[in-house]
């Protein structure tokens, strides 16, 4: 958890909204609350004099709608946004704008704390990247030069910290968020635009890259073994040669997986004993 309270903006026409929000915020201290604003254009100066980490922002407003705002947000100071709406069929188009969660109205206070919980979890990995830049920049000039290549940055990294990786990956499901342990993934898909997570016997569906995805899962357990395929290595069961150098894997649930001739380096990593 940031040391620094989490600095928070609601955006709102509606009164009785905005105070059910500022209610509900007060029971978690590391939530700060440093403005409410009635609509898109006091949203939008709001945001460039406070610079707030998370906004919760109305869709549906008079005059400019949430989405209009988020348009006109400058990408360094586009804070984290959770959407709130009286309209399920908005749900979509909030992710599709790249929210990090949405609440439906009349807001339900279980619904509440997932998203709070959500929005801590993005705030930690920020930070985490935020840090990792500051590193990078304090390198660079401790050596007098502008710029440190990723090489001497990793050794610097490994030096100085263990690397964190997600233990929770937050995926909605239907109108609800379901918080997926990732030591459960069993292996992961890509479907054009979209990841497929399995886990448990169920196949969750992401709106995320693979190089994303990838970045933020442990490659001591999740291997990238085909250009649209990362697989949990504990998983792995058995590895059968095909032709060409490529190699299926059979994981303990049944499925087969291949592993390509690009990715044959993997094969010592799945053969290699773990615990």
Avoid at 15 to 25: C, F, H, K, T, W
Avoid at 155 to 164: C, F, I, N, S, V
Wanted: proline share 4%.
């Amino acid at each position: 958890m940031s040391a620094r309270p989490i600095r928070a903006l609601i955006v709102d026409d509606e009164e009785l909204a905005r105070r059910g929000l500022e209610i509900r915020l007060r029971g978690y201290p590391d939530i700060e609350i440093v403005g409410q604003c009635v609509n898109g254009r006091e949203a939008l100066a709001a945001i460039s004099e406070s610079q707030p980490d998370l906004m919760f922002l109305d869709i549906q407003m008079p005059g400019l709608s949430g989405f209009d705002v988020l348009s006109r947000i400058p990408q360094e100071s586009m804070p984290m946004v959770v959407f709130v709406t009286a309209y399920d069929r908005y749900a979509l188009d909030a992710f599709d704008a790249h929210a990090l969660d949405y609440l439906l109205k009349p807001i339900n206070d279980a619904r509440f704390g997932q998203a709070l919980t959500h929005v801590r979890e993005h705030w930690e990995q920020r930070n985490a990247v935020a840090q990792r830049e500051k590193l990078m920049s304090l390198l660079a000039q401790t050596r007098g030069t502008s710029s440190i290549d990723e090489q001497t940055l990793r050794e610097q990294l490994a030096a100085t910290q263990e690397p964190r990786y997600a233990e929770i990956l937050p995926i909605r499901d239907d109108s609800d968020t379901v918080r997926v342990h990732v030591s459960t993934i069993d292996w992961i898909d890509a479907a054009g635009d979209y990841m497929c997570v399995h886990a448990e016997g169920r196949t969750y569906v992401l709106r995320e890259t693979m190089k994303s995805l990838a970045s933020i899962l442990d490659p001591k357990i999740f291997q990238r073994v085909h250009r649209s395929t990362i697989v949990n290595v504990k998983r792995v069961r058995r590895l059968r040669p095909h032709t060409n150098g490529e190699y299926f894997l059979t994981l303990e649930d049944g499925q087969e997986i291949k592993l390509s001739r690009s990715y044959r380096d993997r094969v010592d990593q799945l053969l290699q004993r773990r615990p």
